[in-house]
């Protein structure tokens, strides 16, 4: 419930006012003096500060300051009676909620206390996301509550102190170079350097000698020698983006470098080793390139010695809250003389869990930082969200992005088949009872799917403290 805190050196007035509010079905506490005041507030939770503006001692306006230097954001309402309006003007620029005139009627008041508490409760609300997201769900930029990754801050703890090889695998824009940069940062290496390469950026021959180096006169234009990215990541951690995109031929010379611990600059002889850690990552199912002939099986199993599977957002709708919080904060800095962002209203979080983010984080981040330049302040409204996405959210249909231009009618089915299964989950709110009904199956039919595609849906329906 919340509780106001009413000061006024006249002793019977907090008492009446406490009456008032308590019928209105708010707890009050009461203080003659802004010293009694601050001793209530260091012990009490108090959600409003409702104050005298003149009073022996410690008058309204000293107490204010105090009570703002604690917290910036309780709010306080000035009681001013006639002739100390200037006061209230100079309570106002200090930080004061609002003031209201003696005498006031009881109607008054409860309008303002009303608004007051409104205000600080969606600063509540916000506070509570930003410590969820400091704590228990973020490792360090990586954000989430979800289990699947809960499951992947566990297997960075784990494997970060190691040396093993890291393949991570998932679809775009799902947060893979992130988990990359949060195994070299907690690892015994971050000191050292971290080198990322795009094995897709590059032609073939470029990628070898950015890869590998090359001596003097390799090759037309080599005027003179370079190091490769392999050691420039020496004693650090090198990251293989987008792997799948590596040619025949420099899989080859990678599965050799990773036997051998060792390779040649192009155009070289001596054998260079260097001590790195590897990660790799792939939006691309690599199994599926093996069997379609066009990665190879002995390169794979030197990868994926730590497998990390990425979830497509859409599957970890759980996570979007924080996330939402976790970019508004991160954008904030950048709306500076405007009132604040203080999150979605309804229908923009309904539309959010009914979206199909094919863009995955990437995308919700960038419909956050577009629709906070839009937001004249308080929630973000459908109004405010970027008009090329509303557009996306009209065709939403059915979505098989995310599948291979080649896929089977098997794979194709299998995929739209979970599509079905996750769209009736959210709108049977995850009771699995409904949801098989409304797809027409039975509960262990549903179960088996559940299993089959490995939803989880125990996750889902808590608040996000
Ligand atoms: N779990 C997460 N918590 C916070 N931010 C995230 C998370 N996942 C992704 N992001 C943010 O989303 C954006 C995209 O992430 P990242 O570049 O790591 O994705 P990616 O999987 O490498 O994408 P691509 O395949 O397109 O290269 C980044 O700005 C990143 O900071
Ligand atoms: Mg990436």
Redesign the pocket.
Known sequence: MDTILIVDDEKNYPLILSAVLQEEGFETLTANSGQEALAILEHSDVDLVLTDMKMPKMDGIELLERVKDSDPELPVIMMTAYGTVEKAVEAMQKGAYSYILKPFDNEQLILYVNKAMAMYRVVKENRQLRSAVESRY?FG????KSKS?QAIFDTIRKVAPATATVL?E???????????KSIHFNSPRRNQPFVAVNCSALAESLLESELFGHEKGAFTGAISMKKGRFELADQGTLFL??IGELSPSLQVKLLRVLQEKAFERVGGMRPISVNIRLIA?T?KSLREEIRKGRFREDLFYRLNVVPIM?PPLRERLE?IRL?TA??IQKYAAERQGVPPVTGLDKEVERTFFDYHWPG???E??NVIERAMVMCPGGTIKVDDLPKDFRQNLQNDGLNLDGMAAQATLYETLAHVEKEMILRALKKADYVQAHAAALLGIGKSGLNQKLKKYGIDVSGFMDNPE
């Not at 930029?141 to 989430?144: D, E, K, R, V």
């Open positions: 973020s930029n990586l954000i989430g990754m991570i998932g679809e775009s824009g799902t947060g893979k170079e992130l988990v990359a983006d987008e990552a939006n990425l996570d996330l976790h970019f995955n984080v990437r919700l981040e």
